[in-house]
């Protein structure tokens, strides 16, 4: 057998079958990683996608505030929260590093306000009450503004008004601040219709601005001729007047506050715009005179003005129609006379007469014709005596015919007005002109010319009482009969001649010379004297001390 030359036999071999190509599976623990890819990669874009603004605020400190804890919330809303902070770099403030949600991005305007929400006690005002228990936040109030902007400077004081509150804004200059501050009430009719927002100094430091913001519908009531004024504390006035007291409310008096009026007379004035500036009085008074047309007249007094200061009224029977601005002393050597020059401010719109209809008014006459025919009439101006407790006068204007004409000099500037000596300088000359008459009264001379009559009386009685001797003696006895009726009629005439007699001589002994009731008559005359004497120091003294009166004479100094 030869094995060289033998061939294999492929029959045997199994022929091989091919396999088709296994698609690719997953294996079951590869199910749980890439689902919680896909949840984590679902949530990454969500958060992307719900992810607001980044912004940042600057506030002096970041007291109340912390990174990942503080919120930031609009009207209690929660809209964001604080993610950093960190001091700036020239260590002056820090700066907050915020991210809001989507949803307020509407919020991030130009005018959009920040500030701190903590516990606060400013004046009258307690808030942040409820961040002591959680926590502080930043407080957010939009702004109306359509610009954009992601970097804020945020406020040390949260706003007086938020910006969605209607109403207006003003602003009010004045020459000082006063009592008022942020958050400080006004007042139209003593109803609370607005607070002060802001007050800052000018910048030449000449005064102060103040913005005050008032609500609607009262904002309405401000027309562009109303006058503001200071309403704090308590107006206490002492003048001629008496006392008088004045508040607009408890808040005011603890708080300050302002309040405004548009004169009666002015109510057609149109509306005043936002921020349409006006002046802010001190007193309501002083506001007033302001709103109206003012006129300045002197008037010249003879008499002493101790008693009258400058702002003193000008009153027309109750109604004031002025007031005082200067006192002066003018000195006429030649003449060696004293006069007071009083300077006086009047409003002549206080004198305008009215229909019975308000929407119609009278025209005004000219003030010069209307005042001059007033003066032809006897219009003047005296002094008067306002208060017996202070000593206070004051400047009236009445009528008085029978004074000597006058006229208003317009040549003078200011214009002089016609004057009549007070009432009180008047009785002082009245006192003096009685105390004078009394002291010429010849007393003495009087007592005894009285002492001579009585004396001829009694010899005429006596000369009467030897005639009817005679005559009863000598008579013929016809005519006897006649004559014992006449001799009766005669005796009950010397009866009563008797006793007229002793009348007589108890009169003559009362006025004698050396008689104790001539001696007390003497004594009451001068009584009399000295106590016109008096009078006239009285006088006197009370002309220079009129409170004298309630408060007695001061004691001289050592």
Same mark, same amino acid.
């Given at each position: ?12 071999i199994?022929?091989?079958i ?12 590869w199910?749980?990683? !890439? ?5 984590g ?26 990174a ?5 919330k609009?009207?209690d809303?929660?809209?964001g ?7 700036a =770099?020239?260590r ?5 590093t915020?991210?809001l949600s ?6 991030? %305007? ?6 701190? %929400?903590r ?5 009258g005002?307690?808030?942040g009450?409820?961040?002591? !228990?959680? +926590?502080?936040?930043?407080?957010v ?27 207006? &804004?003003?602003?009010?200059?004045a ?5 008022l501050?942020t ?8 109803? &609370?219709?607005?607070?002060? /927002? ?12 103040i ?12 027309? #562009? ?10 107006d ?7 006392? =008088? ?44 005179k ?6 300045t007249?002197?008037?010249?007094? =003879?008499?002493?003005?101790? +008693?009258?200061?400058v702002?003193?009224?000008?009153d ?8 005082v #601005?200067k ?6 050597s +030649?003449?060696?006379?004293?006069s007071i020059p009083?300077? /006086?401010q009047f ?5 305008r007469?009215?229909?019975g209809?308000?929407?119609?008014? %009278? ?8 005042l ?14 306002g ?7 004051f ?21 002089r ?16 002109q009685?105390?004078? =008459?009394?002291?010429?009264i ?11 009559t009585?004396?001829?009386?009694? #010899? ?5 009482e030897?005639?009817?001797?005679n ?6 006895p016809?005519a ?26 108890g ?19 001068r ?5 016109? &004497? ?9 002309? &220079? ?9 001061r004691?001289?100094?050592?």
């Open positions: 057998m030869n094995d060289t030359n033998h061939q294999p036999d492929f029959s045997d199994p022929t091989a091919s396999e088709p190509k296994r698609r690719f599976s997953i294996q079951l623990v199910i749980i990683p !890439i689902v919680a890819a896909l949840i990669l679902s949530l990454a874009v969500k958060s992307y996608m719900d992810r607001g603004e980044t912004i940042t605020i600057t506030f002096k400190t970041g007291e109340g505030m912390e990942g804890k503080t919120k930031l609009y009207k809303v929660q809209i929260e604080v993610k950093g902070l960190a001091i =770099k020239d002056s403030h820090v700066v907050v915020a991210e989507k949803d307020a991005r509407g919020l991030l %305007v130009k005018d959009t306000r920040f500030w701190v %929400v516990a606060r006690i400013s004046g005002n307690i808030s009450l409820g961040t002591l !228990i959680g +926590g502080s936040y930043i407080g109030d939009a702004g109306t503004s359509t610009e954009s902007q992601d970097e804020f400077i945020g406020l040390e004081t949260p706003p007086a008004v938020s910006l969605d509150v209607p109403g207006r &804004q003003f602003v009010l200059h020459a000082d601040v006063g009592s501050d958050s400080s009430p006004i007042f139209f009719r003593r109803m &609370q219709v607005g607070q002060v /927002i802001a007050t800052e100094l000018d910048r030449d430091g000449k005064g102060v601005t913005k005050a913001f008032i609500r609607a519908p009262f904002d309405q009531y401000v027309k #562009t001729n109303t006058i503001f004024w200071h309403a704090s504390g308590i206490l006035t002492l003048n001629t007047s008496g006392v =008088k007291i004045n508040t607009e409310s408890m808040v005011s008096i603890l708080l300050g506050g302002i309040s405004f009026q548009t004169p009666q007379d002015q109510l057609e004035a149109p509306s005043a715009a936002s921020n349409n500036v006006f002046t802010l009085f001190q007193t309501k008074d002083e506001a007033l302001h709103a109206e047309t003012i006129e007249y002197q008037l010249v007094f =003879k008499e002493s003005v101790r +008693g009258l200061p702002g003193a009224p000008v027309l029977r109750g109604v004031t129609v002025g007031e #601005t006192i002066d002393v003018a000195l006429d +030649g003449n060696s006379e004293i009083v300077e /006086i409003y002549p719109e206080r004198l007469a009215r229909y209809n308000r929407s119609k008014q %009278v025209k005004p006459l000219d003030s010069r014709t209307f001059n025919d007033l003066v032809a009439h006897g219009f003047r101006a005296e002094l008067k005596s208060s017996l407790l202070t000593g206070q006068l400047v009236a204007l009445d009528f008085f015919p029978k004074t000597p004409a006058a006229r208003i000099d317009w040549s003078k500037t200011p214009p007005f016609p004057t009549v000596p007070g009432s009180m300088d008047q009785m002082q000359k009245q006192l003096m009685i105390a004078r =008459k009394i002291e010429k010849p007393f003495e001379e009087l007592a005894g010319d009285a002492g001579k009585i004396r001829s009386l009694d #010899t005429t009685l006596k000369s009467a030897k005639l009817l001797k005559l009863d003696s000598a008579v013929i016809e006897r009969s006649v004559l014992l009726e006449t001799r009766q009629s005669l005796e009950d005439v010397r009866k009563t001649l008797g006793e007229a007699r002793k009348t007589l001589g009169a003559n002994q009362v006025l004698a010379a050396d008689a104790p009731v001539q001696l007390d008559l003497r004594e009451t005359l009584e009399v004297s000295r106590a016109a &004497q008096s009078l006239r120091v009285l006088g006197d003294y009370l002309e &220079q001390h009129p409170e004298s009166l309630i408060r007695g004479k004691e001289d100094k050592p």
